[in-house]
């Protein structure tokens, strides 16, 4: 019988991107212990709306994992502000190690929240995706 660690890897990491970063932000909050390895929250959501909430409203401060935040700098959603990235960073005091990583260049084609957006890393998925695994690889 196979094992899952056989196909497993040793370590894991969760990575969310928009709304999805604060479904991460939650397990690393929520998952002390057997949790995520470290985190990587991308475009993530800064402003309260009415979808959802704010990072900033939540316990950032109690992560306990390496936690790197990735953000365009020309990312044109009204949820997902540069500034905030900024703030998210700033909060995560409880983390071992944190990283900001400000994305430039890319093509936007249709609207700030599109698919074809800086918020979505549009024609920079390859440089952003090294630039991931390199600060992963680091911490």
């Not at 992560?63 to 900024?86: F, N």
Request: with cysteine.
């Amino acid at each position: 019988m196979k094992t899952f660690a056989r196909f497993w890897p040793q370590e894991f990491w969760l990575l969310g991107t928009s709304r999805g970063s604060t479904s991460v932000a939650n397990a690393g909050i929520r998952l002390q212990r057997g949790g995520p390895d470290g985190l990587v929250l991308m475009s993530a959501i800064s402003v309260k709306h009415k979808r959802g909430g704010s990072l900033l409203r939540m316990s950032l401060g109690s992560i306990k994992v390496p936690t790197l935040v990735v953000h365009h700098v020309d990312d044109g959603c009204g949820v997902t502000l540069l500034e905030g990235a900024r703030d998210i960073h700033s909060d995560l005091k409880g983390a071992p190690v944190t990283g900001l990583i400000k994305i430039k260049g890319g093509k936007e084609r249709v609207g700030p929240c599109t698919p074809t957006s800086h918020h979505k890393y549009n024609a920079q998925r390859g440089p952003v995706v090294k630039a991931i695994t390199q600060w992963i690889l680091a911490h």
